[in-house]
């Protein structure tokens, strides 16, 4: 394996970057998430090498955690085709309820030269440790020995764990992983009220419900509707490179026989690859436990609907920090490795930043609540119009007392922001959107359309297809000619976020330092991610 | 150096597109009345608050209950220019000049105007290189001209301002007037921005037929529409206009960047500031009551009970301040005040990136290193140099490309607000203040404030900003025995090897606070 960086000539960028669109384009267009894992208490890990793909075609030998048998049993229940090989990056995420006794039990699969290996599991306290050998900061496994690790899971949250033993190698080769705690009694009002409108929601349209919980912490201001765990870190290939090498220079050695270990330089450090959970864009927004990553079964791909409570798990487990930055809307902080923060003269108020870039910190975790509304945008982001002759262009809207549509959970309006509703934002659409409005839209001819622009400025393929005059029947635009399989054009010809099918708003989630959404120095990719508010039309299936 | 075959093509592009379309592909927009701002002869000044935009549940087509807010248009170009670094170095950019408000810009202002002021006929012939060559004042929109073929269709009368552009002013002034930062927008809360981005090509790139937008860091509830982000969204070509359209978000500072190939182009240059003033400054009276008066509106209520992303309940304390000045945020206790405002970019630029980004080469992104610290597009000492920088761009004319200097000048006894944000894309960036403590008010927009309504604004002499964050920071020289007239403060880097210029040991990222 070439063990140099290759550099890359601006035209081949191009090139490969319309390559890597086109492969994007070939996905099915169904949406995959969530936050899966394995629960326990107990838990059977062993750390084991083997290579992880990335999209300019590098398999990069590195090292990471798996299971050794069977877990006792994946979560969520909704996600089918769970798998946890002997090998994983990041490592299994562990699953567990406040108040348990975890156990874990680790066997140490690396290479012989590689050493000791170990856990550390920042935020909780070890009630014992058995076997193993000593090491600086916790007991380890010897080559080819296990050792065991419990402790009680005190409080909810989301935490990292990750190797405990020369973290400068064995981190950046990938062993490193996510505990989530789960509340041990949910709030009542997480499952009443507008969380179980949403519910009505999800369950009209058949969607399953894919939360671990329906609440990050033991506080009535912690209710969510859908999860997601991102986990970003970075990765140096040399370092990859010179630890393959040597394994293989020193295989078939005696554990601590001389010669018998590894010198690799992890200074200085010039990563090239930037993951979140395991993978580099669009890798990332592959499904869950796709079968070509049998080492990297997560993904980062996040959808939801307007109004629905997203929390949002992320662990830094590189040793730089990366400016996360969500689109779409604010993040309120919830806490940070598990410890919620609250006011200091009102426990039931949060206090926690709310931040439109969460830098992510090597070691550390956060949880957060996001959400999206078209609250705001002075025009009706369904495009509802009525004088049309179309039923679903003249949806009502009713307002709760924040002003959102959330009594018809059956509708496709449904959290719609009815201070807006029915008004325009074109000044003379050409499909069947309301006019009058403030703006006139460019010719489509004038711009140029990305992958996963759902093809109108509206939400929704019914009124996506209506703005683009391809509504059916006696409501058809004059352009219904040109309404095909693949949506309508103009303006659009997309198939990541089709007229027809999706039609979502797309929201680009990345590190904000911006050469970070680069894969070995090829644009797109590195830590960068889709996120598609979906109307509710659309069935959001994490499942597959 | 244009090379004759690169202007022959820029030319070509520019012919093409019409030909293609049958719409015009240069023009503005800034209507002068909408639904929300139905009087015309209303929406060329902020009006007092006087109370909620629509009372209770119901909205559009209910008339507003009080009319808050104007009109504010903008127009910048997208295209290229060249800069110049502490060094003397002359350094070439992808980047936004203004094309409205060029007056205003040169003069460290806005470019953000109302209708009365962006629906002006240019007066005369604008040259290349405008407002630095001739010294002309004007700030509508670079290219208006009335509709002739309107006209004479009698489809309009009167001036017939249409939007309808000249090509050749906007080619003429819009062509290498890059701006470093781009140009800067400011709208207050309530308002409806019409921004027009203009894409004029970048000439000394005829090789690439790059696009540009326009993305709002930050906006609350954005539309992907309007977002910017060319994957999601739609993105203009070159020789013709996208107008984006806003209703101003919640109060905050904010910031804005082109998001095409964003490890390129933010690199490159296309990084600028954004701010919205709150509703509080057009309050008056007790602002308590002012922000009580805004709980009436569904959506500029914040009720912390039934929302968890907004950031400015009402104070725990009700202070019994007045309005009448000059806040960061609806804080309705007066502790966001401040007398002067300076909006502060951080980023920084990689030269042997911007030379390859010049001439053709390969670009890496992994290893991009910035060498040049930028405050406002210059390092120190231009920071503390007054007026605009200007730079001869490769056309042989001089441009305004650098603005915006940042002297902090406060009067005696004063408070300043600094809207700090960052664009770089490389590395973290600290910024530190000796001798006068930093009071950091807001961050990412968001007033400090915790849900129970105390404020968790905090003093510190060192901020630490990411690219794509912004926060809030209040100087505050009151006391005129610890800060009198005459004295002068330091804002710098600790990260020391961020002062200097390139090679040179000496600059970077600093500049100067001065009691006035």
């Not at chain 1, 299994?92 to 690396?110: K, S, W």
């Not at chain 1, 598990?338 to 090597?362: H, K, R, V, W, Y």
């Not at chain 2, 244009?2 to 503005?28: D, T």
């Not at chain 2, 309530?190 to 037929?209: A, C, H, Q, S, Y």
């Amino acid at each position: 394996m070439n063990a140099t960086k290759t550099k890359k000539a601006i035209s081949k960028t191009r090139l490969l970057l319309a390559a890597m669109v086109a492969m994007a384009l070939l996905l099915p267009a169904t949406a995959h998430g969530a936050a899966p894992g394995i629960t326990g208490p107990t838990f059977n890990l062993t750390a084991q090498p083997a290579y992880i793909s990335q999209p300019d075609g590098s398999m990069i030998y590195s090292w990471g955690y798996g299971c050794r048998v069977a877990p006792s049993g994946f979560a969520p229940a909704a996600i089918s085709g769970a798998t946890c090989p002997t090998m994983q990056v990041p490592g299994p995420t562990l699953i567990v309820t406040e108040g348990q006794t975890v156990t874990v039990n680790l066997a140490n699969g690396l290479p012989t030269s590689a050493g000791n290996t170990s856990i550390l599991f920042p935020g909780f306290s070890l009630t014992s440790t058995t076997g193993g050998v000593a090491g600086v900061l916790t007991q380890e496994a010897a080559p080819g020995g296990t050792v065991t690790y419990s402790f009680v899971a005190g409080t909810p949250g989301t935490r990292a764990y990750y190797s405990g033993t020369q973290g400068d190698l064995q981190v950046e080769m990938g062993l490193y992983g996510a505990i989530i705690v789960l509340p041990a009694a949910v709030p009542a009002n997480c499952s009443t009220g507008l969380a179980a409108s949403n519910l009505a929601a999800e369950a009209h349209w058949g969607e399953h419900d894919f939360r671990l919980s329906h609440a990050a912490y033991d506080h009535a201001k912690s209710c969510y509707d859908r999860e997601y765990l991102f986990q970003f870190s970075e990765m140096d290939p040399d370092i990859h490179y010179q630890a393959q090498a040597q394994v293989a220079a020193r295989a078939g050695c005696v554990a601590g026989a001389a010669g018998c270990s590894l010198n690799v330089a992890t200074e200085p450090y010039h990563p090239a690859y930037f993951l979140i959970n395991g993978r580099s864009m669009p890798d990332d927004m592959d499904p869950n436990y796709a079968v070509e990553y049998p080492h990297q079964p997560y993904n980062g791909n996040p959808h939801m609907h307007p109004g629905e409570q997203v929390l949002l798990r992320v662990i830094g487990q590189g040793r730089w920090q990366h400016p996360f930055h969500e689109h779409g809307n604010h993040v309120r902080i919830l806490g940070r490795d598990g410890n919620l923060i609250l006011s200091a003269t009102d426990p039931t108020s949060l206090a926690g930043p709310l931040l439109f870039t969460t830098s992510t910190t090597p070691g550390l975790a956060f949880d957060g609540i996001f959400y999206w509304t078209a609250k705001g945008l002075n025009w009706d982001a369904y495009g509802h119009n009525p004088a049309s002759g179309d039923a679903s262009a003249k949806l009502s809207c009713t307002p709760d007392a924040n002003g959102y549509n959330t009594s018809a959970t059956a509708a496709i309006n449904y959290f719609e922001w009815c201070q807006d509703h029915n008004k325009p934002m074109e000044l003379a659409p050409f499909g069947d959107v309301p006019g009058g409005g403030p703006t006139t839209l460019p010719d489509p001819n004038l711009f140029t359309n990305g992958p996963w622009y759902g093809g109108s400025p509206y939400l929704g393929p019914d009124a996506t297809l209506r703005a683009t005059g391809c509504s059916a029947g006696t409501n058809a635009g004059p352009l219904a000619v040109n309404c095909g399989a693949t949506g309508s054009t103009p303006p659009s010809g997309t198939i990541a976020n089709s007229p027809s099918g999706e039609a979502g708003f797309a929201f680009m989630w990345h590190s904000h330092n911006e050469r970070e959404i680069t894969t070995n120095n090829i644009f797109p990719g590195g830590m960068l991610m889709m996120m598609l508010v979906d109307s509710r039309e659309f069935v959001i299936d994490e499942s597959n | 150096m244009r090379k004759p075959y690169q202007i022959c093509l820029l030319m070509l592009l520019v012919c093409l597109v019409p030909a293609v379309a049958s719409a015009q592909s240069f023009r503005v927009q800034c209507p002068t009345s909408t639904i929300t701002h139905p009087t015309a002869t209303s929406n060329n000044s902020e009006p007092a608050y006087a109370g909620p935009t629509y009372a209770g549940t119901s909205g559009y087509p209910a008339a507003p209950a009080h009319v808050n807010g104007a009109i504010k248009c903008q127009q910048i170009s997208g295209g290229d220019g060249y800069s110049t670094m502490g060094d003397g170095t002359q350094t070439y950019m992808f980047s936004f000049g203004p094309l409205s408000g060029i007056s205003d810009i040169a003069n460290g202002l806005p470019g953000t105007e109302f209708p009365s002021v962006f629906n002006t006929v240019t007066p005369g012939l604008l040259q290349p290189g405008d407002p630095a060559t001739t010294g002309i004042t004007y700030n509508g929109a670079v290219g208006l001209v009335p509709d002739r073929d309107a006209l004479a269709a009698g489809s309009c009368t009167g001036l017939c301002l249409d939007g309808h552009v000249d090509p050749r002013q906007i080619m003429d002034v819009g062509v290498m007037n890059g701006n470093i930062p781009a140009p800067l927008m400011a709208i207050d809360e309530d308002d409806e921005f019409f921004l027009t981005l203009t894409n004029v090509g970048m000439i000394m790139r005829p090789d690439l037929f790059e696009q540009h937008t326009v993305h709002f860091h930050g906006y609350p509830n954005a539309s992907s529409f309007y977002d910017g982000v060319p994957d999601a969204s739609v993105a203009i070509n070159i020789g013709a206009s996208f107008t984006y359209y806003y209703l101003a978000p919640d109060a905050g500072t904010y910031f804005w960047h082109c998001h095409i190939t964003p490890p390129e182009h933010l690199q490159m240059g296309m990084v600028g500031q954004l701010y919205v003033r709150p509703r509080q400054n057009r309050a008056t009276g007790a602002l308590y009551a002012a922000l009580q008066q805004q709980q009436l509106d569904l959506r500029t209520k914040c009720d912390s009970t039934t929302d968890i992303l907004c950031s400015n309940p009402l104070p725990a304390v009700n202070t019994g301040a007045t309005g009448g000045g000059k806040y960061a945020y609806n804080d309705g206790d007066g502790s966001t005040a401040y007398d002067v405002e300076y909006p502060i970019q951080i980023h920084g630029f990689d030269p042997s990136f911007h030379f390859i980004g010049m001439t053709f080469n390969p670009e890496e992104f992994a290893d991009m290193k910035d060498k040049f610290f930028l405050l406002n597009g210059r390092s120190y000492p231009d920071t503390v140099t007054p007026g605009p920088l200007q730079t001869q761009s490769a056309d042989g004319v001089n441009h305004f490309s650098q603005p915006l200097p940042t002297i902090i000048n406060i009067p005696a006894g004063k408070k300043a607000l600094l809207r700090i944000s960052d664009l770089d894309v490389t590395e973290y960036q600290t910024l530190a203040s000796i001798g006068i403590p930093m009071n950091v008010v807001g961050i990412n927009a968001k007033l400090l404030r915790d849900q129970a309504g105390n404020n968790l604004n905090y003093n510190t002499n060192s901020i630490t900003l990411a690219g794509g964050e912004s926060l809030d920071v209040i100087l505050d020289a009151t006391d005129t025995t610890k800060y009198p007239s005459g004295s002068v403060f330091y804002l710098y880097t600790p990260n020391l090897d961020h002062l200097s210029n390139d090679a040179e040991n000496f600059g970077g990222l600093m500049t100067e606070v001065h009691i006035n």
